[in-house]
Nanobody
Framework: VQFVESGGGLVQPGESLRLSCVSS????????MGWYRRAPGASIELIAV???????NYPDSAKGRFTISRDNAKNTVYLQMDNLKSDDTATYYC????????????WGQGTQVTVSA
């Protein structure tokens, strides 16, 4: 499976970005789709999940600021990020999520988000 993430950039604290991820595979085939991020020097973090039934879930670091959505017809998953903070600086990736909540084996290049005044 190939993922192509886009939409990152350099923004100031408090601003918004919308990330997109196009999958080469039907995004409805797996248990869920997710957005992950890896900050410099940190391990990868799951920050948003959307299941096939539309249920969404976020860790506390993203809750209330990030919104994941999907367009099944376009095999695309989105991440709307509002009120960005410097701690959100990271490379963002999307991936499938199995029913064991582990990501799939394939990763895209990611898209860089930098939040800085």
């Amino acid at each position: 499976v190939q993922f192509v993430e886009s939409g990152g950039g350099l923004v100031q604290p408090g601003e918004s970005l919308r990330l997109s991820c196009v999958s080469s595979q039907d995004i409805q085939t797996g248990f869920a789709m997710g957005w992950y991020r890896r900050a410099p020097g940190a391990s990868i973090e799951l920050i948003a999940v959307i299941r096939k039934d539309g249920f969404t879930n976020y860790p506390d670091s993203a809750k209330g600021r990030f919104t994941i959505s999907r367009d099944n017809a376009k095999n695309t998953v989105y991440l709307q990020m509002d009120n960005l903070k410097s701690d959100d600086t990271a490379t963002y990736y999307c991936n499938t999520i199995g029913n064991d909540y582990y990501p799939g084996p394939d990763w895209g290049q990611g898209t860089q988000v930098t939040v800085s005044a």
